[in-house]
């Protein structure tokens, strides 16, 4: 991969476009307005000098990072890109539209992927003239520090495409696994009905949010509490993705706790917002 696209400019997009760049790989960062495009540039160089502080990176590897790395606010400069990877709000609707402009916009021979953590593939697929070179690459989040990354292959997926997935994550230095397009793939099919079950125990009153999350973390010796990831992951997405998994598989455990949706309505998202279940 010579020149990779990454479209969105949240936590997400900004992050794998740092891996990317740091992978010495050029990465063309579009968002819907040059403002934003400039925000993210910034944010992904501000991160980088965190890293120089601690002696982490040299200045010498942020210069050539923040080299690999340009911004845009129009598709028409991803013409030339060799993958592309979505990165826009979870929303099936919004992502068939990007990538049925994103099939007129770049050459014949580019990938498209989406980062998308739990929503069909196929149906990305579907809406463009090039299904076999169409697949999910999903970074965690944070992207920067997070060592795994899902490859989805949907039905229609060639094997030279996601051959070429598999090494493009390699060359990132990340650990790809993986998996067939079914939602929830295996982390967040696994991970969301644990999540979920832990505010079904703090609603029925066993235990406090805190008890739960020292409980989770001391007994299972997972790095943070279930209600610490959803906060960080996002409560929104954590809706969006208890909605993919319980339209699938139609287990009423799989359904957004009324307390989830409750905060998500009163725009309590978690980290980005400040507050969720806790504040911050």
């Known amino acids: ?19 990317i760049a740091k992978s010495g ?29 601690k002696s982490k990176i040299s200045q010498e590897q942020l210069d050539a990072a923040m080299a690999h790395i340009c911004v845009t606010s129009t598709l028409d400069d991803l013409a030339n890109c060799d993958l592309i990877i979505e990165s ?54 944070p992207a920067v520090l997070m060592p795994l990354v899902e490859v989805v292959r949907p039905i229609t997926a060639s ?29 967040n099919a696994l991970l969301f009905p644990y999540l979920n079950n832990a505010i079904a125990m703090f609603e029925a009153g066993t235990a406090s949010m805190e008890d739960i999350d020292v409980a989770m973390k001391g007994g299972c010796n997972f790095p943070m509490g279930p209600f610490a990831l959803l906060d960080l992951v ?6 969006a993705i208890l909605d993919a998994l319980h339209a699938e598989f139609k287990s009423a455990n799989l359904e957004p706790r009324p307390m989830l949706k409750k905060l998500v309505s009163e725009g309590k998202l978690g980290r980005k917002t400040k507050q969720g279940f806790y504040s911050y």
Request: some cysteine.
């Open 25 to 53: 790989i050029d990465v063309v960062i579009r968002s819907r307005s040059q403002e934003t495009a400039d925000a993210t540039k910034n944010a992904i160089e501000s991160s980088l000098k965190k890293q120089l502080a």
């Open 159 to 187: 094997d030279e495409t996601i051959a070429l997935a598999n090494s493009f994550v390699k060359a990132c230095a990340k650990d790809a696994v993986q998996v067939v397009d079914r939602a929830g793939f295996i982390v």
């Open 88 to 141: 826009v709000a979870e929303d099936l609707a919004t992502k068939k539209e990007l990538f049925a402009a994103l099939d007129k916009a770049v050459k014949p021979s580019c990938i498209l992927s989406t980062n998308t953590s739990t929503l069909p593939v196929i149906e990305l697929a579907k809406v463009t003239n090039r299904p076999d070179k169409v697949c999910g690459i999903h970074f965690f989040n």
């Open 1 to 19: 991969m010579r020149l990779v696209g990454v479209i969105g400019s949240g936590i997400m997009g900004s992050g794998i476009a740092e891996v």
């Open 234 to 239: 996002g409560l929104d997405t954590s809706v």
